[in-house]
């Protein structure tokens, strides 16, 4: 998905960078639904996204979810989960 911020246009010979006006919040929202249910229909069509029914299947090394969530978190220790976890 591609969500434009403005747009070029010809100013007397010259190209001129014409943006557009700042998203509202609820507009950013939006954007982000739209792009997250496209994004999760292209996954799901080229079997690259799990469901809970796929619980079954492999984890660790053939894990490419795993993996991803394993290489995002880079090994750091999640601080103040454990003392929630213990609250509550």
């Known amino acids: 998905m591609i969500a434009l911020d403005g747009t070029w246009r010809e100013d007397g010979g010259e190209l001129a ?3 557009l ?3 509202r ?3 950013v929202g939006e954007v982000l639904e739209r792009l997250v249910r496209r994004m999760e229909r292209h996954l799901r069509r080229n079997g690259q996204l799990r469901t809970f029914e796929d619980e079954g299947k492999p984890s ?3 894990d490419p979810e795993g993996k991803l ?3 995002a978190d880079g090994g750091a ?3 103040g989960l454990a003392a929630r976890d213990d609250a509550g």
């Open 77 to 79: 220790p999640r601080r």
């Open 21 to 23: 006006g700042h998203l």
């Open 17 to 19: 960078w014409e943006g």
């Open 60 to 62: 660790g090394e053939d």
């Open 25 to 27: 919040t609820s507009e």
């Open 69 to 71: 969530a394993a290489s």
